[in-house]
């Protein structure tokens, strides 16, 4: 288990909360009510953003030094 925010209690956390069930529930390793997380397009584009992030990170450069 990691900390992964540290914030006040109120609905950021309830955002950033909400965001990591949605991410793990797609992953599948969600393992409570699956029912209860709806789709969500911001949280899509915001996972995909990351995704693409990661991709480009783990390219090699093309640009000679």
Known sequence: MDVLHITKKGRTMDTIEKYYIYNETKNGNQINDKI????????????????????????PSTNPP
């Not at 709806?38 to 783990?58: H, Q, V």
Request: charged share 40%; net charge positive.
């Open 36 to 59: 209860t997380v709806k789709p969500n397009r911001i949280f899509e584009a915001t996972l995909r953003g990351e995704a693409d992030r990661l991709r480009m990170r783990s390219r």
